[in-house]
């Protein structure tokens, strides 16, 4: 694709950044077919493709309305045009630096600008996040339907086992799963600690960053990640037998940031080395159980019928498809048939927020393809995926680690 970048973007870092991924796209439309908002809605600026010329037009200096802003909005950031494009594009930076640009250039309603900073002042922080949920469970009864069914029930959290191997990894716990689904946490401990890997615990740090840095905040992300970094670093710093063997992150959205560190701070003097070696270090759990001696774990799926959904982050963002899949039908269950696994389910982190209708759009459509083949229960591998699931599906839906853990509640 040609460009001409206009002179208040060409020679800065993210104006030369975009300009090559601009440059890396060659029009083809692949992407259209497995952008979930583009066979939602059919127009061209609601797909990768027409978003891609949005975000030029801003980039050459063109006016920019709130339509711009619209159709950015719009977009999941599921990745799955990146899965499909011939071309490598890296189609979510670009669209985190359109988004920048158009949030400063586009002001947003009063309504717009509130729900936003409500959003990047609750989710990020467990304390006030847990105190919000707290007062919306004794509010339960007089909530509307929709807000009533995203509220999680509480979860019974077994003890985790002490530090008793050689080989360690770090859980990051300032996320909002902590608070959400605190099973999964514990859960994974317990796992881990069966194949022989002690899971060490931090404190400080916090948010991945992710809610800032997908809401056109990036400063704030930054100073999320930079955080995260301070407080992992100790742990982090030593080599050799007692360094870590990995930070192992279980909510697939949170694992998909943690994994960009090195890229969003490559320009800081400070934080790029050591970004750069967090990002290494990330990964989801399925990348250590994938080898592992899996009879340690003592479960026995016993054929029981269990629909996978794999999170955008996992599959497309990550590039780990099957890999879940793989684990659990070694241990014995049986993975029922699901179409378009491709596609995003709606969750998309505060996109079930901000756009509830393309986003309850998406979920009835992701669950009628979880639910054909008669599941007992429903698996996935991200926080925000599985509390926009469980808000309408007819069966459980757990986190998959979960499955792996015979001291949670209703595991085989």
């Known amino acids: ?62 006016p920019v309305s ?25 189609y979510h930076h670009l669209l ?55 509220l999680p029930d509480r979860q019974r959290v077994a003890p985790v086992p002490g530090i008793r191997h050689s080989r360690r990894v770090l ?3 300032g996320c909002a799963q902590a608070v959400m689904t605190p099973a999964t946490g514990a859960a994974l401990a317990r796992v881990l600690d069966r194949i022989g890997i002690s899971v060490v615990g931090q404190t400080g740090g916090g948010c991945c960053g992710a809610v800032s840095f997908h809401l056109a905040a990036r400063d704030e992300g930054l100073d999320f990640m930079r955080r995260n970094i301070d407080a992992w670093w100790p742990y982090v710093e030593p080599r050799g037998e007692q360094g870590l063997e990995a930070i192992v992150v279980s909510a697939s959205g949170c694992a998909a940031m943690i994994k960009d560190y090195g890229h969003c701070l490559r320009l800081d003097p400070t934080y790029a080395e050591k970004a750069e070696r967090i990002s290494m270090l990330a990964k989801d759990p ?49 993975l029922t048939q699901v179409a378009d696994p491709h596609l995003c389910c709606g969750s998309a982190g505060t996109y079930s927020l901000l756009q509830p209708d393309l986003s309850e759009r998406l979920l009835t459509n992701k669950l009628a393809s979880l639910e054909s083949g008669e599941a007992e229960l429903i698996a996935t ?5 599985q509390l926009h699931l469980q808000s309408q599906a007819r069966v459980p839906v757990r986190h998959w680690i979960e499955l792996l853990d015979s001291d949670t509640d209703g595991n085989p």
Not at 67 to 81: F, S
Not at 108 to 113: A, L
Not at 381 to 385: K, L, M, Q, S, Y
Request: hydrophobic share 35%; glycine share 10%; aromatic share 4%.
């Open 66 to 90: 709130r339509v711009t802003q619209r159709h950015l909005d719009r977009c999941l950031t599921c990745t799955a045009c990146e899965t499909t494009c011939p071309s490598g594009v890296r």
């Open 96 to 150: 985190e630096i359109g988004r920048g640009l158009v949030e400063d250039l586009v002001p947003r309603s009063t309504g717009q600008r509130l729900s936003r900073a409500l959003l990047r002042a609750i989710i990020p922080f467990p304390k006030r996040l847990a105190w919000l949920l707290r007062l919306g469970r004794m509010a339960r009864p007089i909530l509307p339907e929709r807000l009533h069914r995203k």
């Open 381 to 385: 591998a991200n926080v925000g995926c």
């Open 286 to 334: 399925c990348e250590l159980l994938g080898d592992a001696d899996l009879s340690r774990l003592q479960v026995d799926g016993n054929g029981r019928k269990v629909a996978f959904h794999s999170p955008c982050t996992l599959q497309h963002t990550q590039k780990l498809p099957g890999r879940v899949e793989s684990i659990l039908k070694r241990l014995g269950f049986e």
């Open 171 to 173: 859980v990051p716990g």
């Open 1 to 62: 694709m040609e460009t001409s970048i206009a002179a208040a973007y060409k020679d800065t870092p993210a104006g030369q950044e975009a300009d090559a991924i601009l440059r890396s796209c060659v029009h083809c439309g692949f992407c259209t077919a497995t952008c979930p908002t583009y066979q939602l809605l059919g127009d061209e600026l609601d797909g990768p493709r027409g978003r891609i010329y949005l975000i030029k037009q801003v980039l050459e200096g063109q």
